[in-house]
């Protein structure tokens, strides 16, 4: 992004950074006997736009997955919005929290999937409604009038009545954006918010996420589309192994990455 971020600005004025919005540290997942992320450290901080690029496989969706508790981690910590996620901490041992707690964490959150996971048989004004109303973010009558200023704002003000099977997959994933942000998220996840659309309708859903970066919303992207990666966003991250490669400002590790592996998978995806 050509704009300062919140962390450059402060910088820039001597105030001291806020601290991280989500902290993970020395992350280790393993599925069944197969660990997938080896002690990953990783930090974000708020208004920040971060990509995740890498292989298939590298153990990207995990992290995300990781954040928000949808995994559980086997070793170190995420800390988001300054909560210890899924764990509460008593002298220096780490308890697990009640899924209760857990689900009341996630809410910092917002995650928006590859495949939309709209609910087929509601429609895309309840889609929206459905967990801020369960939720009791505001009143009924708020978080209505909320979710049609977001339907507006992803460009769908008219289809508030209309099912998901009614809609194309740029739309269905733009409610979905629009699903996320109704529960006033923290942090934006998204998980190859683009993979699963035509070509020809990737460009209207990275516009709505160009649109929410220029807001000031932390977001983590997974992302193969590089491109876009380098235009709106300020880190880029390179995954492989289930290890962070390489961290650095998009444009340096677009035009000039450090690691020669990260070279490698860019000359195979640009
Ligand atoms: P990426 O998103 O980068 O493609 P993933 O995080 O989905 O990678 O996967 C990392 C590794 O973990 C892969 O080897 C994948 O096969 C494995 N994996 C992911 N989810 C599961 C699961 N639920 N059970 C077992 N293995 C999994
Ligand atoms: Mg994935």
């Known amino acids: 992004m050509t704009q300062q971020t919140s962390v450059q600005a402060a910088a820039a004025s001597g105030v001291a950074p806020l601290p991280p919005i989500v902290e993970i540290s020395s992350v280790s997942k393993s599925y069944g006997n197969v660990e997938v992320l080896h002690g990953v450290d990783f930090r974000v901080m708020p208004g920040e736009v971060v990509a995740i690029i890498g292989p298939s496989g590298s153990g990207k969706s995990t992290l995300l997955r990781c954040i928000n508790h949808l995994e559980q981690i086997d ?14 901490r008593s002298g220096g041992d780490l ?11 996630r809410r910092a959150t917002g995650m928006v999937f590859q495949s939309f ?32 200023r977001l339907l507006d704002k992803v460009g769908l003000g008219e289809k508030a009545r209309s099912y998901p099977g009614e809609l194309s997959g740029g739309q269905q994933q733009r409610v979905a954006i629009a699903r996320a942000l109704a529960m006033k998220p923290q942090v934006m996840l998204f998980d190859e918010p683009t993979s699963a659309l035509d070509p020809e309708l990737v460009g209207e859903v990275l516009e709505v996420l160009k649109q929410l970066a220029e807001t000031g ?39 000039g990455p450090r690691e020669e592996r990260t070279r490698t998978f860019l000359s195979r995806v640009l």
Do not use: W
């Not at 990666?229 to 289930?242: P, S, T």
């Open 75 to 88: 070793s170190g910590t995420v800390v988001v919005a300054d909560e210890l996620i899924g764990y509460r």
């Open 117 to 148: 996971n709209l609910f087929p048989h509601l429609t895309v004004l309840e889609n929206i409604t459905l967990a801020p109303l369960k939720h009791r973010v505001s009143s009924k009558a708020e978080v209505a009038a909320e979710a049609h």
């Open 217 to 255: 919303m932390t977001m983590i992207v997974v992302t193969h589309e590089i491109a876009f990666a380098g235009q709106i966003c300020d880190r880029i991250v390179f995954m492989e192994d289930g290890r962070i490669v390489e961290d650095g400002p998009a444009a340096q590790v677009l035009a």
């Open 95 to 105: 308890f697990e929290l009640p899924e209760r707690l857990t689900a009341k964490q």
